[in-house]
Structures are given as C-alpha cells and as structure tokens.
C-alpha cells in the first residue's frame, strides 16, 4: 500500500533523516580507527616495525624495514578559521615520513608523549620492543551515532505522520 505525503516538507523530512544517517556511518567509518605501531629489535638487530591502522571497512599495514626508522615527531597544522591547533605524530625513516594517524587531533602533549616513546625506544638499544595504540574508535563511533540516532529518530517521527 503506498502512503501518501500529506505534509508539506515531508520528502524534505526524509531526505534529511536519510542524509543525517548517512553521515553518522561515513564518519564512524573515517573517524574510527585502531592504530597500532608495533616494533622489534631482536637481539639487538636494527629496528623493525609494522604500522596497522583499521576501521571497519578496511586494514591497511605499513612496514618499515629493519634499520629504517630514525624517530618521530610531531607535527602541528594550524588553520586559518580556528584558535586551536592540531597534531599527529611523524615516523622518521631513511627515506620518508610515516603519520602515525592520517588525521589530526587536538592534544599537543599526548602526541609529544608518543613521540617521546619511539624516540627513546630507538635510542635505547637494551629495549627489545615496542607498543604504540591510539585507538580513536570511541570518538567516531560516539560522534557518529549521535547523527545516526538524530537520523532515526527524525525518520521515526516522520512515519508517524
């Protein structure tokens, strides 16, 4: 049985239930990433490290031959519009620099702490390993159910009519 708007606005409300439940999921699917830098030094080899960053369509994995990583850093982007910078943290290897994450956050200090980590982990020969996780998952899944919800909900009132 086909229903019939009544309601001026009603293919508006729709579209606009529709759009903002499109969006929820595209940034819960760009925002939502695992990243996880895992590096070994086996008996006190060259350093060597793997670079996985995930979300939930797709897995991407970096390697950085043995040898090739020189330290990290941390790089700032400053927009016109905005009083707030954002940050990421650089692999430095041989032949190129590595983000760690492809976006940029607000957090000066966490992403210096990062950087931190890798830098001392290749100066110290003694540490064998190393861990890094940032896992942003939570804010793409929070920030993008909440367009998701607002899409449901406007969507469930416009069935209503």
């Given at each position: 049985?086909?229903r019939?708007?009544?309601?001026?606005?009603?293919?508006s409300q729709?579209?606009?239930?529709?759009?903002?439940?499109?969006v929820?999921?595209?940034?819960?699917?760009?925002?939502?990433?695992?990243?996880?830098?895992?590096?070994?030094?086996?008996?006190?080899?060259?350093?060597?490290?793997?670079l996985?960053?995930?979300?939930?369509?797709?897995?991407?994995?970096?390697?950085?031959?043995?040898?090739h990583?020189?330290?990290?850093?941390v790089?700032?982007?400053?927009?016109?519009?905005?009083?707030n910078?954002?940050?990421?943290?650089?692999?430095?290897?041989?032949?190129?620099?590595?983000?760690?994450?492809?976006?940029?956050?607000?957090?000066?200090?966490?992403?210096?702490?990062?950087?931190n980590?890798?830098?001392?982990?290749?100066?110290?020969?003694?540490?064998?390993?190393?861990?890094?996780?940032?896992d942003?998952?939570?804010?793409?899944?929070?920030?993008?159910?909440?367009?998701?919800?607002?899409?449901?909900?406007?969507?469930?009132?416009?069935?209503?009519?």
């Open positions: 049985m086909a019939r708007i009544n309601r001026r606005g009603g293919k729709l579209s606009s239930s529709i759009t903002l439940i499109l929820g999921i595209l940034i819960i699917i760009i925002w939502g990433n695992l990243v996880i830098l895992q590096c070994d030094r086996p008996l006190s080899t060259p350093v060597a490290c793997q996985t960053s995930a979300n939930l369509l797709r897995q991407a994995i970096t390697l950085i031959p043995p040898g990583l020189q330290g990290a850093e790089q700032r982007r400053h927009k016109r519009r905005s009083l910078n954002t940050y990421r943290v650089i692999l430095l290897t041989k032949e190129d620099r590595i983000p760690l994450t492809q976006g940029y956050s607000m957090g000066e200090r966490k992403k210096q702490e990062k950087a980590q890798i830098n001392a982990f290749v100066e110290n020969t003694q540490q064998i390993s190393l861990t890094i996780r940032q942003d998952r939570w804010l793409g899944y929070s920030f993008g159910g909440m367009f998701i919800v607002a899409g449901v909900f406007t969507l469930v009132n416009f069935l209503k009519c």
